[in-house]
């Protein structure tokens, strides 16, 4: 393989692809990049054997086709420190050459066989939707999903699509969200996947072209996006996610219209004095406006008076971990949002217009 490449390109598809990229494991070959030229195109490709992913480059001259694996951190830092606007790589056995104008480095890898297979995107979508459509409704819903917890379903994001309607519905036990979109499917039918919150992160690096369509095929027990220069393949999260609908509250008849920028601010002031051990904020509900109060041991006192577009209802108090609060309000993009309640002791849902939807469970204030 021998292939003069465009630097910044190709600084581009190894931060890329970097996501997936194993530091430490006692196979070796899941800490290197593959790098195959052909096609006037060179692609670049990695996986940890849950995601894979491969992007490619037509900014590049390909002189002789070919393939290399090189471990990625070495070859990360040598192209990022290089000060060329081109770089040369050649490749003979295992062993891989980078060239810039001044400087020569020598980089030992690995046989190209030793690599596991990526999947290839082949056949029909099962629907396609716009780049950033589907940035919306993944980042509306993403943060919710739980870190570390035995239920290892809600890991993970459900993906339903019923013909040409797609929702996404991410939740840790304590707050649930859910955000809804349209897209163009193949078929009428219905489909669901469970797909890992580490593949939806990627997937928000690579496919950043808002116009451009995203490709999406659920096979097996995989799932696969794809776009002309990219694919992003990963196994799907097994077991079920929890009846979701089921935690939706339905019977609201307390309900705040409010400034998304007025609610985050009143939020964040109220939530400076909380500690791990009061980390509550109690909104008092009002017709002629909301109060927000904090108090911490040995700290202080917070109170913060905010008006309301509209309120319908009888007076309400309920305590809410503020961070859940600010978490939801920088993912709206509409200027106001509603607050709806039954009692105390009740879920609050946050609503943004016809597509997203909030819920998060109160805390015991003091």
Request: glycine share 4%.
């Given at each position: 393989?021998?292939?003069?490449?465009?630097?910044?390109?190709?600084?581009?598809?190894?931060?890329?692809?970097?996501?997936?990229?194993?530091?430490?494991?006692?196979?070796?070959?899941?800490?290197?990049?593959?790098?195959?030229?052909a096609d006037s195109t060179l692609t670049v490709s990695a996986t940890d054997l849950e995601v894979s992913v491969?992007?490619?480059?037509?900014?590049?001259?390909?002189?002789?086709a070919g393939e290399a694996l090189i471990v990625a951190d070495k070859l990360i830092q040598i192209v990022r420190e290089s000060v060329d606007s081109t770089l040369t790589l050649t490749n003979k056995d295992e062993s891989t050459v980078i060239r810039g104008q001044d400087s020569r480095f020598t980089l030992n890898g690995y046989r190209t066989t030793d690599f596991p297979p990526i999947p290839e995107f082949t056949g029909e979508p099962d629907f396609q939707i716009p780049a950033g459509d589907m940035h919306k409704i993944i980042s509306q819903t993403i943060f919710a999903t739980a870190r570390e917890n035995s239920r290892y379903a809600i890991n993970g994001v459900l993906i339903e699509r019923e013909g040409n309607k797609i929702a996404v519905i991410a939740t840790d036990g304590r707050r649930m969200a859910m955000a809804k979109g349209s897209c163009k499917a193949n078929k009428g039918d219905s489909r669901s996947a469970i797909v890992p919150t580490k593949a939806l992160n990627l997937l928000l690096r690579i496919f950043t072209d808002s116009e451009k369509p995203v490709q999406v095929r659920v096979a097996d027990n995989q799932v696969l996006f794809a776009t002309e220069n990219a694919v992003l393949a990963s196994n799907l999260v097994e077991g079920n996610f929890p009846p979701y609908k089921d935690v939706i509250p339905r019977d609201g008849d307390k309900k705040a219209t409010i400034g998304t920028d007025v609610l985050a601010s009143a939020t964040r002031r109220a939530g400076l004095l909380t500690n791990d051990e009061s980390k509550g904020v109690r909104l008092s509900f009002k017709a002629d406006g909301l109060t927000l109060s904090s108090r911490a041991p040995e700290m202080g006192e917070a109170e913060v008076n905010v008006g309301l577009a509209n309120y319908q209802g009888d007076p309400i108090e309920i305590g809410f971990n503020p961070t859940f609060i600010l978490d939801a309000l920088k993912v709206v993009d509409a200027e106001q949002v509603t607050f709806e309640?039954?009692?105390?002791?009740?879920?609050g849902v946050i609503r943004s217009g016809p597509d997203f939807l909030y819920v998060i469970m109160p805390v015991n204030i003091q």
């Open positions: 393989m021998k292939v003069i490449c465009d630097r910044g390109a190709l600084v581009e598809m190894l931060n890329l692809v970097s996501g997936v990229i194993v530091s430490r494991t006692p196979k070796p070959v899941l800490s290197c990049v593959k790098l195959t030229a491969r992007v490619s480059t037509p900014r590049v001259e390909v002189q002789e309640f039954k009692a105390p002791n009740k879920p």
